[in-house]
């Protein structure tokens, strides 16, 4: 009978931890891993009024996972500062202010849970964060 008992013992500590590492593994797969914004460059001239859509795509940890279009949070930076420049629609859609010459950064990302103790994000979207960054050039 101490045989029966301990062999009950020992399978239930292995199907015990093999669910949790199982468990693990699927939540690493299914976090976000990059997030790739098309097109990587673009010039604000070549666009009809000067209007610029952007497109994020996440890949996730199993690499056959991506999503297009990507919920993001989208802002413009210049040089590593915020800019009025260019704004940013939440969908993606980007355009030059009158008058606003340059290349700006356009960046979205997907925050990460803030439970996690991650400052705030920076002016160019830096920080505790998923991003991807893209190239608008202002005429």
Do not use: H
Request: hydrophobic residues 35%; contains cysteine.
């Amino acid at each position: 009978m101490p045989s029966l008992r301990f062999m009950f013992s020992f399978l239930t500590l292995v199907l015990g931890v093999s669910v949790a590492l199982s468990c693990g593994a699927n939540q690493e797969q299914s976090q976000l891993q990059s997030i790739t914004l098309s097109p990587a460059t673009a010039d604000a001239q070549s666009y009809p009024n000067g209007q610029v859509q952007f497109t994020a795509t996440g890949s996730y940890g199993n690499p056959s996972r991506t999503v297009t279009p990507l919920p993001a949070t989208w802002g413009a930076c210049y040089q590593l500062a915020t800019t009025s420049a260019v704004s940013v629609t939440r969908e993606g859609l980007a355009q030059c202010a009158p008058g606003a010459t340059g290349t700006y950064t356009i960046w979205a990302n997907d925050p990460v849970d803030i439970k996690s103790g991650c400052p705030a994000v920076t002016a160019c979207g830096g920080g505790c964060t998923v991003q991807g960054n893209a190239q608008l050039t202002c005429p």
